[in-house]
């Protein structure tokens, strides 16, 4: 029986690299003339290939050279894939850098992740300056990071695109074009300290938003009054945020005008609210009925 020749996976292999050449990832790791000579190769394992399919019918040696071939391709190919991977990981996770480039220029805008959905950013207090991310349709958490690189984005211009689906008093169209963050889902903010407040701006760009978490941010004083007009979130978490606690720990409190649409709120650890029902007003009827 003929071995099936890996024709396709080494045309994807060519694919690949001839990318990654052209892109930043070979850079990340300086092996570009590498990639290079690896594409040179396995154009000539190409060629080799169709020679070898038409003579493994006569010889033994031909049919296991191809064998041992094509499960070098295969892992050649996995490989390519964890370069890939790696490369993107290490151009997120920068650890206590003060930009992504030091000859970037302010008046140059910032490049784009166009095609990542979920970013993780950890103790990265001091990143301040990093492609945007403006496509994200999972998640995004910043856990003890800068702000500024979420505000970038939210700022971002994009043609065409417009605030959001919020009302708004302009009267042009709508567009196609979505709006940055208008597609994510989760957004957890924990032990962001250079922040008081959240600018209403931003939530009419989260138009798809379902899950809120804001955690130790001590500073955070307020939140937004347009809160209550993204009808698509479902859950939000508060916890050690003194000032947020005080302001939206109960349906006399300053700011739950702003979240009482939400059905389910948890602070400090604690249901204000399950799907739609506002439960302390009930433990306080329970308390009464106990005492009496």
């Known amino acids: 029986m003929a071995e099936q020749i890996p024709f396709s ?10 990318s990654f050449v052209s892109q930043e990832i070979s850079l990340v790791y300086g092996f570009t003339k590498d990639l290079r000579r690896l594409e040179s190769t396995l154009s000539s394992i190409n060629a080799i290939l169709l020679d070898a399919e038409k ?35 290490r151009k997120v996770e920068i650890q206590g850098r003060m930009g992504w ?8 805008p910032l490049p784009q992740f166009a095609c990542l959905s979920q970013l993780i950013i950890v103790d990265c207090p001091n990143l301040t300056l990093m492609p945007t991310f403006p496509s994200l349709e999972k998640e995004l958490w910043l856990c003890n990071a800068n702000i500024r690189p979420l505000d970038q984005t939210l ?15 302009s009267s042009s169209p709508s567009s196609s074009v979505a709006a940055p963050l208008s597609k994510l ?68 409190a300053a700011d739950w ?25 009930e433990e306080g009827s329970s308390s ?4 009496e």
């Open 155 to 169: 700022n971002v211009k994009m043609m065409g695109a417009t605030a959001s689906a919020l009302p708004s008093t």
């Open 185 to 252: 889902k989760s957004l957890v903010l924990e032990g962001i300290e250079n922040v008081a407040s959240l600018p209403g701006e931003w939530m009419r760009n989260l138009t798809s938003i379902e899950y809120l978490q804001i955690s130790r941010c001590p500073n955070l004083t307020s939140l937004p009054k347009e809160m209550c007009h993204i009808t698509t979130l479902q859950e939000l978490n508060i916890d050690h945020c003194p000032h947020l606690s005080e302001r939206c720990g109960h349906h006399e």
């Open 9 to 18: 996976i080494a045309e994807s292999l060519l694919t690949k690299l001839a």
């Open 55 to 89: 003579k493994q019918e006569e010889s033994h040696a031909v049919k296991v050279w191809i064998k041992r071939l094509r499960e070098v391709v295969y892992d050649a190919d996995d490989l390519l894939d964890d370069v890939a991977t790696e490369g993107l990981r």
């Open 288 to 291: 009464s009925t106990e005492q």
């Open 257 to 281: 005008s702003n979240i009482a649409h939400i059905p389910n709120i948890v602070i400090d650890g604690r249901d204000i609210q399950k799907e739609g029902c506002y439960l302390l007003e």
């Open 101 to 108: 480039w030091r000859t970037w220029k302010d008046a140059e």
